[in-house]
């Protein structure tokens, strides 16, 4: 499993970029049903840990496409710089560590996603789980 930033270069380029160096490589291609999974956030992963701080202060709420009761991420701010797309400043606040953001990550169901999750985290929802069966095998 790979975790890296998207850095704003765009999802499908940075998702292109990986692909062309691991073919590169002559290394397989990514496949999580046969354990090679890249997890991609938009911008970088400080907005999965905004996101995961936000939605665990209010007891991780599980109902489908509802609307969050609290306040969701925009995946165009740099929570790493705490910078809004625009430049202004963001107000600093909690965010989850990494193995608390996996934790939750594990316990979200891709078929049913809570309302206010982040689209690039729900998309990565499906392939962590063959991910997750294949390390289980």
């Given at each position: 499993?790979?975790?890296?930033?998207?850095?704003?270069?765009?999802?499908?380029?940075?998702?292109?970029?990986?692909?062309?160096?691991?073919?590169?490589?002559?290394?397989?291609?990514?496949?999580?049903?046969?354990g090679r999974?890249?997890?991609?956030?938009?911008?970088?992963?400080?907005?999965?840990?905004?996101?995961?701080?936000?939605?665990?202060?209010?007891?991780?709420?599980?109902?489908?496409?509802?609307?969050?009761?609290?306040?969701?991420?925009?995946?165009?701010?740099?929570?790493?710089?705490?910078?809004?797309?625009?430049?202004?400043?963001?107000?600093?606040?909690?965010?989850?560590?990494?193995?608390?953001?996996?934790?939750?990550?594990?316990t979200l169901?891709?078929?049913?996603?809570?309302?206010?999750?982040?689209?690039?985290?729900?998309?990565?929802?499906?392939?962590?789980?063959?991910?997750?069966?294949?390390?289980?095998?």
């Open positions: 499993m790979a975790l890296i930033d998207e850095d704003g270069q765009g999802l499908a380029a940075r998702r292109q970029r990986v692909t062309d160096e691991l073919a590169s490589l002559n290394l397989p291609a990514l496949d999580p049903s046969q999974l890249l997890v991609l956030p938009v911008r970088n992963v400080e907005t999965w840990m905004v996101w995961g701080a936000r939605w665990t202060t209010v007891g991780r709420p599980t109902q489908p496409r509802t609307p969050a009761t609290f306040l969701g991420v925009d995946e165009t701010h740099d929570y790493k710089r705490w910078r809004a797309r625009d430049g202004q400043l963001l107000p600093r606040e909690n965010h989850l560590d990494t193995f608390q953001l996996g934790r939750a990550i594990a169901n891709p078929a049913t996603p809570p309302g206010g999750l982040p689209p690039a985290l729900e998309a990565i929802l499906r392939p962590w789980g063959d991910f997750m069966d294949w390390v289980r095998r």
